[in-house]
């Protein structure tokens, strides 16, 4: 998991995936991804390659049935991980939702 603490939601994808880039090209092992949602930025041949992201409609599909297949299977799969993770997220924004304060993110003083 990757994250940038601040105020919750004043963070832009693009913003935050600046560092993440970074990481990914230059310290991540061969043969690992990571995955995303479909409106993660995905900004270079190079950077696709790293991001998992299921199908999108207007994506162009392999033609052969067995790549067809494992597209349609890899995508599956790319989904229930991404469910999986939202529903844990889920659960741990509803543990903590009493702790909802509006904390101005300019103002370093409240921060730990």
């Known amino acids: 998991m990757y994250a940038i603490l601040n105020a919750p939601g004043s963070w ?6 600046v560092p993440l880039y970074e990481r990914l090209l230059n310290h991540t092992p061969e043969g690992y991804r990571i995955i995303s949602d479909t409106a993660f930025p995905r900004k270079s041949q190079r950077l696709q390659r790293q991001i998992l992201a299921p199908v999108k409609r207007g994506d162009r599909l392999p033609e052969t049935p067995r790549s ?3 597209m349609k299977l890899l995508n599956e799969e790319v989904v229930s991980a991404r469910q999986a993770a939202e529903w844990g997220m889920r659960s741990l924004q509803g543990s ?12 370093h003083s409240q921060q730990l």
């Open 12 to 17: 832009h994808d693009s913003a935050i995936a």
């Open 96 to 107: 903590f939702a009493r702790l909802k304060l509006p904390m101005p993110a300019a103002d």
């Open 68 to 70: 067809f297949s494992r």
